[in-house]
């Protein structure tokens, strides 16, 4: 594949205070709705544009209470394409340069979204994600490339790309996506309805030397309230294998693995001492919350920046507290109606999964 320069459109003051969320849904509108609930109240988004790729009859319109939601920032952009590539064709201008791209089943407080924007401010031509995950090697040169969970990650301590279902990236690079991406990725997005993530993860690797996305500092990275659905694209039997495919092929088709093109894909430590819970992923910058050093005309930077210093002076064990308080205080509509996992509304709701859970806890204790 030939390179692309990214050049990206400027930010202006604008860009550089708030952003716009995209959510992509399918039929998960109680997980949506939260969703549009709480990040609509967070001061640094300028809109919600919904991915409604659902056209089938009694799923379209989208419904009031999403179409018309009370916040007056959400605005439903209807596809006539059901793929998740859609995910990325964007239909309706934004009003900002600065895109989250989100999934309807995740939530965060607005201060944990906030530490992954400013940090995307200050480096556009990166992606900045919340979820990293690590491609994986066997022995040899020649070897394929898999998919490293989470787990691995950890394991590991490294990582190289992440998941767009949390990551803030530059509208210019959606656009290229659609108009550059080459058609075997595209395709395979298409047909298999997965690895969208992996794409546009390496996608932007490849046009930045294959550098690995930043990551938002690890305290806004645990503050995650995840929202429970009875179906996903992870549950699918095969879904190692898909994507172990996809980050193979991907890799090869993008010159990620090539390592006399220059831009073989990099990995980066995750954690990086003493201040474990800051400077999380690649790149850290030890100046990222000093506004002496950063003048930014952002009143919501410079509270988040004393909030920042204040938690320097914390253990690990007391900021996860406080992420852990967090989260819990984002979550209690989401634990009412029982879509949090393990909760005693969950297991109301879910009797036959929370069995099964609880059955399969027992298995492994013996």
Request: proline share 6%; with cysteine; net charge neutral.
């Amino acid at each position: 594949m030939e390179t692309i320069k990214p050049v990206l459109a400027p930010l202006t003051n604008l860009d550089r205070d708030f952003y716009t969320i995209r959510i992509n849904t399918w039929k998960r509108n109680e997980q949506l709705i939260l969703s549009l609930d709480h990040h609509s109240q967070c001061p640094g988004v300028a809109l919600i544009q919904v991915i409604w790729c659902d056209l089938s009859e009694g799923n379209y319109p989208a419904p009031p209470e999403i179409a018309n939601h009370p916040s007056g920032k959400v605005f439903v952009e209807y596809h006539d394409v059901n793929s998740l590539n859609e995910r990325f064709h964007i239909l309706n201008d934004p009003p900002t340069k600065g895109i989250l791209s989100l999934d309807d089943d995740v939530l965060r407080p607005c201060a944990a979204l906030d530490a992954g924007f400013f940090r995307w401010a200050f480096h556009p031509e990166r992606m900045v994600g919340y979820d990293a995950r690590l491609h994986t090697a066997s022995d040899g040169k020649n070897s394929p490339w898999g998919y490293g969970f989470l787990s691995t990650v950890e394991k590991q301590r490294r990582y190289s790309l992440t998941l767009p279902r949390a990551a803030f990236l530059h509208r210019d690079y959606m656009d290229m996506y659609m108009s550059s991406m080459p058609r075997l990725i595209f395709d395979t997005v298409e047909k298999q309805f997965n690895c969208e993530d992996i794409a546009m993860s390496f996608f932007v690797s490849s046009l930045t030397g294959g550098k690995p996305p930043l990551l938002a500092d690890l305290w806004a990275v645990k503050s995650i309230a995840k929202l429970y659905s009875p179906s996903r694209i992870s549950a699918d039997n095969n879904h190692k294998a898909k994507r172990d495919q996809c980050v193979e092929n991907f890799a090869t088709i993008l010159g990620l693995k090539d390592e006399n093109g220059g831009k073989m894909l990099q990995t980066a430590k995750t954690m990086h001492w003493p201040n474990v819970m800051l400077g999380y992923g690649a790149d850290p910058d030890k100046t990222l919350w000093n506004v002496e050093a950063h003048p930014l005309e952002s009143s919501r930077y410079v509270a988040l920046a004393e909030d920042v210093q204040k938690l320097k002076q914390k253990s690990d064990n007391e900021i996860l507290y406080i992420v852990k308080s967090m989260s819990v205080e984002i979550s209690q509509k989401a634990i009412e109606q029982g879509l949090i996992l393990d909760t005693k509304e969950w297991k109301k709701r879910w009797p036959e999964e929370a069995k099964r859970r609880e059955d399969e806890k027992k298995k492994k204790k013996t």
